[in-house]
């Protein structure tokens, strides 16, 4: 079969009145990733010559979410479906090929689905291709008419049909291909001549097939692909069913989850084989796991960059923040604020980290805190130190250089700089610079009262008498 150039016109300009939102219906996220972005990803794939977005109401921030992945045409006023698609028409001048239409509020649809569609729609020779499926409660949608012979001969409006027609199942899920020559020529021939006085894209099929052009109809079996969410309940379904393929993908590429169901992972993220992940383990954003991890129980990764063979204890969170390889946070850990934990390091219990950098093979134990600060190779913090970054005006930065040993509960007034080798005494507040190699100490001397429990023991008596 002859590859012919393919165009994508994506319609999003709709109000999507059920929402109940200021954000734009295509903006909303689906597995923290937009709708329309799930849209144009699966689009993209099928490596279309132009992709045109329709957008009208929230153009601006639909034009920001979409950047250069699409041109975008406006459509100043929402009259229907084929108002749209003329709308697109500027941006698809010169165009010979196919023209993929479909909606920007379908996270669902697949690309072996959209890829699916073109290749019927090409063998066939059709000018025109609707993907059609068969639902069990067909209100609201439009219906596919067939002829004797089984073709498609038009769709028809909920609103517009009649008793008959309402009874069938098989409905438009509003996906189609054209022919691009075929399709300019039928938009210009609809009207708006029905209940909702709307230029209707599915009055395109009808012209088609009454200027006697071959118009095709393929049908998916999985409808939940072609569902369009309308109102946050849809938004949820839409929601679970996509997380639900997530996590078999995952496990199908040798991720093991442990209580799949509670564990949450978005569309961005990338999991190594043979990690495990534990129940309520939230995986977020653009997060990248290496192999071999172990993710406990309820840890959160949002936009993190773990290593291979980390272990994250159980209720670390990890965000904006990378973990190199082998290394071990947790539990009840923080890190944040673009931290960067080096290979083969040991992080908590529950200490914190916010714009920081530990060097590899260092160690930061137990409710110990940085901030701000830059930690060489090898060094050890001790449990409870933290470094005071802030002095109620300004942020300020400290420096640990290799080999150090901060004692525990050493408190390091920054700004700071602890040299190569050098120990800071546990208990010390350190104001002023230590020298590599050095031990600071800052700590009034440990007095001893000799007899002091039998001192103790005879004042008490000694109430007790009177
Ligand atoms: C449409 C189809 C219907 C099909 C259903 C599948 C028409 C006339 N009807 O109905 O046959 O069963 O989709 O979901 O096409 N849009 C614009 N500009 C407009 C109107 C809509 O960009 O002026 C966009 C919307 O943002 C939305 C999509 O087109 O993404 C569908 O619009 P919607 O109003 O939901 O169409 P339906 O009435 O559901
Ligand atoms: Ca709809």
Redesign the pocket.
């Known amino acids: 079969m002859p590859s012919r150039p393919l165009a994508c016109v994506i ?4 109000e ?1 009145t059920r929402m109940k939102s200021d954000i734009p ?1 295509p903006l909303h996220e689906v597995c923290g990733k937009p709708m329309i972005c799930h849209v144009l990803d699966v689009t993209a794939e099928l490596e279309p010559e132009r992709t045109v977005v ?1 957008v ?1 109401v929230g153009a601006d921030r639909l034009r920001e979410a979409i950047g250069d992945r699409a041109v975008t045409c406006e ?1 100043p006023e ?4 084929g ?2 698609t003329i709308c697109a028409e500027p941006a698809l001048e010169g165009f010979d090929g196919d023209v993929l239409v479909t ?3 379908i996270p669902l649809v697949t690309r072996e689905t959209l890829g699916g569609l073109v290749r019927r729609h090409r063998e066939q020779g059709a000018s025109a291709t609707v993907l059609t499926t068969k639902v069990d409660d067909p209100t ?3 219906r596919i008419i067939r002829d004797a012979t089984d073709a498609v001969s038009g ?1 028809v ?1 909920h609103r517009d049909a009649t008793d008959e027609q309402l009874a069938i199942r098989e ?4 996906i189609y291909v054209f022919e691009a020559q075929s399709l300019s020529a039928a938009l210009q021939e609809i009207s708006p001549d029905n209940v909702q006085g ?1 230029l ?3 009055d395109a099929i009808g012209v088609l097939v009454a200027y006697g052009r071959p118009v095709a109809g393929m049908m998916v079996e999985d409808s939940a692909q072609t569902m ?1 969410v ?1 109102d946050r309940v849809q938004l949820a379904e839409a929601e679970r069913i996509a997380r639900d393929r997530i996590r078999e993908h995952l496990m199908r590429e040798g991720v093991t989850l442990i209580d799949p169901p509670s564990i949450f992972i978005d569309a961005g993220v990338t999991v190594g084989r043979d990690t495990v992940i534990g129940p309520g383990s939230h995986l977020l954003g653009e997060t990248t796991v290496g192999e071999r991890c172990e993710i406990r129980g309820h840890v959160t990764l949002r936009s993190a960059t773990i290593g291979d063979g980390v272990l994250l204890r159980d209720h670390t969170t990890v965000e904006e923040s990378s973990v190199g390889h082998e290394s071990q946070i947790g539990p009840f850990s923080l890190i944040r604020g673009n931290s960067e934990v080096g290979a083969e390091c040991k992080v908590g219990s529950s200490a914190e980290m916010n714009r920081s950098h530990l060097g590899d093979g260092s160690k930061m134990q137990h409710f110990s805190y940085l901030g701000d600060t830059t930690v060489g190779k090898g060094v050890n913090i001790g449990a409870g130190a933290v470094t005071c970054n802030y002095d109620g005006c300004e942020k300020h930065c400290t420096k640990i250089e290799d080999s150090a040993f901060i004692g525990s509960d050493v408190i390091l007034i920054a700004p700071i700089t602890i040299g190569e080798n050098a120990y800071a005494g546990a208990g010390s507040v350190l104001t002023r610079d230590v020298a590599a190699g050095t031990l600071a100490l800052e700590r009034t001397e440990q007095r001893v009262v000799e007899d002091w429990h039998e001192r103790m023991r005879k004042r008490r008596e000694g109430l007790g008498k009177q």
Do not use: F, M, R, W
């Open positions: 319609l999003a300009a709709g999507g219906k329709v009208g459509q929402q009259l229907g479906t108002h749209a909606y920007g509020d609201g949608y439009g769709i409006e409905i438009n899920t509003g709307e209707y894209l599915t369009g309308n």
